[in-house]
């Protein structure tokens, strides 16, 4: 089990690469539904974050895996950042 703290560590840095993510998406331009959808996940996860008990991640991870079956080119990882496969970095 990941430790609350840990957790929200990485729920900032999913938050910090969704947000780097719709920019680049909308640079590139032609991607209007999927920052939509990015940024409807991205809403929600501050609450994740808001009290001092363990985030409970079911919700979240449920988004994020719908969003990676509906975008299979997606830049970022998240679901392997929310389960500790991927290693935090600084930014």
Not at 13 to 29: P, S
Not at 54 to 75: G, Q
Request: aromatic letters at 8%; proline letters at 3%.
């Amino acid at each position: 089990m990941i430790a609350a703290t840990d957790v929200r560590d990485r729920l900032r840095y999913v938050i910090h690469l969704g947000l780097v993510d719709i920019r680049n998406l909308a640079f590139a331009g032609g991607h209007d539904q999927q920052i939509a959808d990015l940024a409807d996940i991205l809403e929600i996860l501050p609450a994740a974050m808001g009290n001092d008990s363990e985030p409970d991640l079911t919700v979240i991870h449920e988004e994020f895996e719908r969003y990676e079956l509906e975008y299979p080119k997606h830049r970022y990882k998240f679901l392997d950042i929310l389960d500790g496969k991927q290693d935090v970095h600084s930014y």
